[in-house]
């Protein structure tokens, strides 16, 4: 007896959240939970004016905290949601949303050394750009001296400073990051692995997932900066294009490293640097040195995230031992 589409709808969501009896998330069910986590993370953001009708906040700075506080509270949600439905015991949930401790130092400098590849260009420009301001300060009769240290020291202290007070600081470095790490890799990654979905399509999969929480900056850029719609959806279509392919990088770091901090490191660092510099109108070495730094990042991509330097055994596992195992006692428990 074949059902309609209607009936398997129903027939699904009647199941068990948790999984199915032969001990695997459905695609469904992964896919859905998926879904419902990246369109929470944008609803809750407007959850205190449009569902509490809480008044409007009386600066920017007390806006801005209110969305860090949503932005956590959807957090929260999505990883109780993943640890609701995924198979696995209470215990090990830290594991397999990549919160550890092991091997947090090669977690941290192999990621971060390779994502700076892709800057190679913007680092190089910048360092022509300091030696210049050397050359200007000793052509000028300057010399490194105490007095210049300690200079050079209150105006870092002096940055420091104001940049820790700044929200927005806050926003893209700190608060971004680990939100969206916490929901589109901890909490959504190790979902569409138990649902059946090969490693490499959830590396492209994830980050659709991952682009549908930026689609809210149309109607900001559109609405409140008075940008014409072709406009806007020009801006809008670059963000999304860079939000997906740094959403299957971050996503392919956390496969295989089976650590959290590595994508997360990668992205505070992405959003510090902003886009690659591709080319100078001042020197054209530094699109050589773009090039030859994109040509490095690609040969040391697989080298510099093999498994066994982020966990003490492998056993030919191409990905974090933990996925291995966790998917071997799964497949043991379905049999």
Same mark, same amino acid.
């Given at each position: 007896?074949?059902?309609?589409?209607?009936?398997?709808?129903? *027939?699904?969501?009647?199941?068990?959240?948790?999984?199915?009896?032969?001990?695997?998330?459905?695609?469904?069910?992964?896919?859905?939970?998926?879904?419902?986590?990246?369109?929470?993370?944008?609803?809750?953001?407007?959850?205190?004016?449009?569902?509490?009708?809480?008044?409007?906040?009386?600066?920017?700075?007390?806006? @801005?905290?209110?969305?860090?506080?949503?932005?956590?509270?959807?957090?929260?949600?999505?990883?109780?949601i993943s640890a609701l439905i995924l198979p696995v015991q209470t215990k090990e949930l830290f594991g397999v949303y990549g919160i550890r401790v092991d091997h947090i130092w090669q977690a941290v400098i192999f990621p971060l050394s390779l994502t700076s590849l892709m800057y190679a260009?913007?680092?190089?420009?910048?360092?022509?750009?300091?030696?210049?301001?050397?050359? %200007?300060?000793?052509?000028?009769?300057?010399?490194?001296?105490?007095?210049?240290?300690?200079?050079?020291?209150? /105006?870092?202290?002096?940055?420091?400073?104001?940049?820790?007070?700044?929200?927005?600081?806050?926003?893209?470095?700190?608060?971004?990051?680990?939100? %969206?790490? *916490?929901?589109?890799?901890?909490?959504?990654?190790?979902?569409?692995? /138990?649902?059946?979905?090969?490693?490499?399509?959830?590396?492209?999969?994830?980050?659709?997932?991952?682009?549908?929480?930026?689609?809210?900056?149309?109607?900001?850029?559109?609405?409140?900066?008075?940008?014409?719609?072709?406009?806007?959806?020009?801006?809008?279509?670059?963000?999304?294009?860079?939000?997906?392919?740094?959403? #299957?990088?971050?996503?392919?770091?956390?496969?295989?490293?089976?650590?959290?901090?590595?994508?997360?490191?990668?992205?505070?660092?992405?959003?510090? @640097?902003?886009?690659?510099?591709?080319?100078?109108?001042?020197?054209?070495?530094?699109?050589?040195?773009?090039?030859?730094?994109?040509?490095?990042?690609?040969?040391?991509?697989?080298? @510099?995230? %093999?498994?066994?330097?982020?966990?003490?055994?492998?056993?030919?596992? #191409?990905?974090?031992?933990?996925? /291995?195992?966790?998917?071997?006692?799964?497949?043991?428990?379905?049999?």
């Amino acid at each position: 007896m074949s059902l309609s589409p209607t009936s398997s709808i129903g *027939l699904l969501l009647q199941q068990p959240l948790t999984m199915e009896q032969d001990g695997v998330v459905s695609k469904p069910i992964a896919v859905i939970a998926s879904i419902s986590m990246a369109l929470l993370y944008v609803a809750v953001l407007y959850a205190p004016t449009l569902l509490l009708r809480l008044p409007p906040p009386s600066s920017f700075t007390n806006y @801005m905290i209110r969305r860090f506080l949503c932005a956590v509270v959807s957090s929260i949600i999505s990883l109780l949601i993943s640890a609701l439905i995924l198979p696995v015991q209470t215990k090990e949930l830290f594991g397999v949303y990549g919160i550890r401790v092991d091997h947090i130092w090669q977690a941290v400098i192999f990621p971060l050394s390779l994502t700076s590849l892709m800057y190679a260009g913007y680092l190089f420009h910048k360092s022509l750009l300091l030696l210049d301001s050397w050359r %200007e300060h000793r052509s000028s009769g300057g010399s490194l001296s105490f007095a210049s240290c300690k200079y050079f020291s209150q /105006c870092f202290l002096a940055w420091l400073s104001a940049i820790s007070s700044n929200v927005l600081v806050w926003r893209n470095y700190v608060v971004a990051p680990i939100t %969206e790490e *916490l929901v589109f890799r901890a909490g959504m990654i190790p979902l569409l692995l /138990c649902g059946g979905f090969r490693p490499y399509s959830v590396i492209l999969l994830c980050p659709i997932f991952f682009s549908l929480a930026h689609l809210n900056h149309f109607m900001e850029i559109y609405a409140k900066q008075n940008y014409r719609i072709k406009k806007a959806v020009m801006i809008i279509g670059l963000q999304l294009g860079y939000t997906v392919i740094f959403g #299957s990088y971050a996503s392919f770091l956390f496969i295989r490293t089976g650590h959290l901090i590595s994508p997360l490191v990668a992205h505070i660092f992405c959003n510090f @640097m902003g886009l690659p510099v591709l080319f100078s109108r001042r020197n054209g070495i530094v699109c050589i040195a773009f090039i030859m730094g994109f040509l490095g990042f690609l040969w040391l991509l697989f080298p @510099m995230t %093999e498994p066994h330097l982020y966990n003490d055994t492998i056993d030919n596992c #191409s990905y974090w031992q933990g996925h /291995c195992s966790w998917s071997q006692g799964i497949e043991r428990s379905s049999m």
